[in-house]
Every structure is written in structure tokens, then in C-alpha cells.
């Protein structure tokens, strides 16, 4: 066994059996951050924030919900909302975060996206930031399932609906996922487990993988910058941190991630409180009808554009589109053939690249929220096929970029 003397702190006791400075070095006062990064690197911050707020208001929520088909909707609507004492506050707190996370995630992807964050020594951050948004996405699908409302349950009908795999008629691949042949309790259970349990253990180890994996490349800077990290901190432990390029992430770095989060948190619960709705579906205050089909079934904004890519096509073409978009941004970092790591205006035909897709992931989000009638059916269909072939074209652009 190691060899301890006894102990002259509380801080020294603990050192001498956790290595909690040595701890603290390695994670914060000796972590190096460029200085060269804006507010968008603070995204990070954001989204474990705004997950902490989710895991809070979830277990809250979760000490009245029942996951019953009879009374889950009274559950939600009646006894959370009006009969707990701030049951509401925790509910808003859960709905408008589940929103907002997926607004964030997408600045944060594209931000990734802009300065070329995936490249070079980072394709794991990028792998494992996509795992995230994947998981994220399974936790959105089956918290949406719990108020047992209308929405729940054909949106729920309809996306288990696409495991049949179009002609290919895999029923039993459905009714294996629902555990009936239709969505009811062995569905809700199932989901409920899903979301409290399986789903929430999945994001906390790809939280912690995604962290891991941002240790040795270090984060990104919006020059696209490769810095000698032992150089540049050993300038600022000299004393030297005005010359040197980097400093230490708490706490100064945190300082500024913290201000953001600040500002954040002022935008957060002003939709807590006075613009919630947004983050509510109306139809979903109509309890689970299996004879009622809601004339427009739609998901929530963050799921539109990869459903505008299912819709305009028939059957299999469009499941094989769907299937297209779900995987295609993994492959990012194997996609884009040019080694600059530069931000976007600096890459030529790439800056195009980049708004037209942010251009076209608008158009489709927008179209898939409407019905797909008329003029807005081929601004999806036009859409869908475009963004198709933005991928398809991007290694060729990428290629053709001159290298710095
Ligand atoms: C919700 C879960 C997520 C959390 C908590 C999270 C957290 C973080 C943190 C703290 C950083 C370092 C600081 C920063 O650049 O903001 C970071 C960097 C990064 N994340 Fe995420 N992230 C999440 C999801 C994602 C997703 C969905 C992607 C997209 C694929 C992604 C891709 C990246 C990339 C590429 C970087 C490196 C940025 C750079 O080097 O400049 N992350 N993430």
C-alpha cells in the first residue's frame, strides 16, 4: 500500500487518497484554452446547463407522473399542472428546455461546421457530438410519448411505423418495438423507461466521451490556428500571459463561459414564463384517441427538416432519403476532403456550401410544418433533393480547395 502521513487539512487528507489537486491541474487550472475564440465556444457550457436543468425538472416531474395509459394525461395535465404547488414551473422548466437544447445543439454543430472543428486529430469530438445529438433526439421522441395526448400517440404510431422499412412490410419489426399492434401501455411503459433510465445513462457517458476526446486535440479557434500547447503554457506559467496564446480554463475561461450562460438563463426563463407555448403542441391537450387521427400530424420544430426530407418522395425513396439524412452528418469529418482548418469565408466554395445548407435546412424545416399541398410540396420536394445534393457534392468542392 501506498505510504500516508497523517494528514495536516481536511484538503490535504483528501489529496493524499483522491490526487485532487493533481485532479484540479489536469481539469481546470491547467487545461489550456486559446484566447482566440468568441461566445460561440461557450455553446458547450450552454448545453450541460441546460441538460442539468432537464435531469432537475425531470426527476420533479417524475415524483407525480404515472406512466398509465389511463391516467397519464391527468397525471401530466391535471396533477402536475394545477394541483402541485409550482408542478407548472417544473413542467415549463422541462418542456422549454427540451426545446431550446436542440437550438443550441444545432448553433453548437454549426459552429463546429463553420470553423472546421471536425478535422484533423477532432474527428472524435465530432463522432461522439453526433452520438449526442442522436441520443438527444431518442430522449425528445419518448419524453413526447409520456403525456399520453394526441400528438404522443400518432406521433408515436407514425414513427414506429417507419421500422416496417416501406414495401418491405416488417410488421413484426413494429409490433416487436410497440410490444402491440398499436401504441398502448406496453408502448408507454417501455418509452418511460427509456426516457428516465436508458436513454438519460447513454447521454451521460457520451457527455463524458465527448469531453475526453476534446483533451488532446484542445478546442478549435476561430483562425483555425494550430498552437504548440507545452510552448504556449509554459509562456503563461513564466508569467508571460500576456504573449502567451493561451489561458487556463478556470478560472478564467469559465469566467467568460459563465457570463454567457448568464445572459442565457435571462433568455431561458423569459420563455419560461411568459412564451412557454411555443415549446407545447395545442393538439397535445386532447388526450390519446386511437379512433382520431388529427388531420396534420407534424413533429416538434427540431424534428421538421429530416421529415421534410420523408415526406415529398413516394414510400421508399423516402425512407431511403430519411435514412440518408439521419447518418450523413456522422460522416462529416471523412466527407470533406480539404485539410484547411480555417473558418468558412476563408475556404472558398466551401462558405458556399455552408449557407446554402443552412439556407435549405430553413426551407425545409419551414415547408415541414405545413401540409404538404400545392407550392409547398415542391418547395420540399426541391428542397429535399437539394440537400441531397450538397453532400453528394461536397467532397468534390472540398477536393478542388486550394490547401493554405
Ligand atoms: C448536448 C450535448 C453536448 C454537450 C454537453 C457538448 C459539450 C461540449 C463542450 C463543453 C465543448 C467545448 C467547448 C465548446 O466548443 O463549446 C464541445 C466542443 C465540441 N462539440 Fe460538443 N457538446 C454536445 C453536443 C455536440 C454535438 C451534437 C456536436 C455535433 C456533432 C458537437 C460537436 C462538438 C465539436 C466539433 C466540438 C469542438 C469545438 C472546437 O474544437 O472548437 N457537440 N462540446
Redesign the pocket.
Known amino acids: 500500500m501506498a505510504h500516508f502521513e497523517k494528514a495536516k487539512s481536511i484538503h490535504d487528507w483528501l489529496d493524499q487518497r483522491l490526487a485532487i489537486d493533481k485532479v484540479n491541474k489536469v481539469m481546470q487550472t491547467e487545461y489550456w484554452i486559446p484566447k482566440n ?1 468568441n461566445f460561440l ?5 450552454v ?2 446547463i441546460t ?1 442539468m436543468m432537464l435531469l432537475v425538472s425531470g426527476i420533479f416531474l417524475l415524483m407525480y407522473y404515472q406512466p398509465n395509459i389511463a391516467t397519464a394525461f391527468d397525471s401530466v395535465n391535471y396533477t402536475i399542472m394545477r394541483e402541485v404547488e409550482f408542478g407548472w414551473l417544473w413542467r415549463h422548466v422541462h418542456a422549454v428546455a427540451a426545446s431550446v ?1 436542440f437550438l443550441i ?1 444545432y448553433i ?2 454549426f ?2 461546421i463553420y ?1 472546421g ?2 478535422k484533423k486529430g ?1 474527428e472524435m ?2 463522432i461522439s ?2 452520438l ?2 442522436v441520443a ?1 433526439s431518442a430522449e425528445a421522441f419518448s419524453g413526447y410519448m409520456l403525456p399520453w395526448g394526441q400528438m404522443s400517440y400518432w406521433a408515436g404510431m407514425v414513427i414506429t411505423n417507419l421500422f416496417s422499412l416501406g414495401s418491405l412490410e416488417m410488421n413484426g419489426i413494429v409490433e416487436w418495438i410497440r410490444g402491440d399492434y398499436v401504441p398502448a401501455q406496453a408502448f408507454l411503459t417501455r418509452f418511460f423507461m427509456l426516457h428516465v433510465l436508458l436513454v438519460p445513462l447513454a447521454i451521460m457517458a457520451l ?1 463524458g466521451i ?2 475526453a476526446a ?1 483533451r488532446i ?5 476561430q483562425d483555425g490556428d494550430e498552437f504548440d500547447y507545452d510552448e504556449e503554457s509554459a509562456k503563461y506559467l513564466a508569467g508571460d500571459t500576456k504573449g502567451s496564446k493561451v489561458i487556463r480554463f478556470a478560472n478564467d475561461f469559465l469566467s467568460k463561459d459563465l457570463f454567457v450562460v448568464a445572459v442565457y438563463l435571462i433568455f431561458f426563463f423569459y420563455l419560461v414564463f411568459w412564451n412557454y407555448g411555443f415549446a407545447m403542441d395545442p393538439v397535445n391537450f386532447d388526450p390519446a384517441d386511437g379512433l382520431k387521427t388529427p388531420a396534420h400530424i407534424y413533429p416538434e420544430w427540431y424534428f421538421l427538416w429530416s421529415y421534410e426530407i420523408l415526406r415529398p418522395f413516394s414510400k421508399d425513396i423516402g425512407l431511403m432519403a430519411f435514412g440518408f439524412a439521419q447518418v450523413i ?1 456522422v460522416l462529416l469529418p471523412f466527407l470533406d476532403r480539404s485539410p484547411n482548418v480555417a473558418p468558412a469565408n476563408r475556404r472558398g466554395p466551401f462558405a458556399i456550401w455552408f449557407w446554402l445548407m443552412i439556407v435549405d435546412l430553413i426551407a425545409l424545416t419551414a415547408m415541414g410544418k405545413l401540409p404538404p399541398e400545392g407550392i409547398f410540396s415542391t418547395i420540399g420536394l426541391y428542397a429535399a433533393v437539394t440537400f441531397i445534393a450538397l453532400w453528394v457534392a461536397l467532397p468534390f468542392i472540398t477536393m478542388m480547395e486550394k490547401k493554405k
Open positions: 475564440i465556444w461557450a455553446m458547450g457550457m448545453l450541460v441538460f437544447v445543439i453548437h454543430m459552429t463546429g470553423y472543428s471536425y477532432r469530438i465530432w457530438g453526433m449526442l445529438f438527444f457527455i465527448h469531453f476534446l486535440p484542445h478546442v478549435n479557434n452528418f
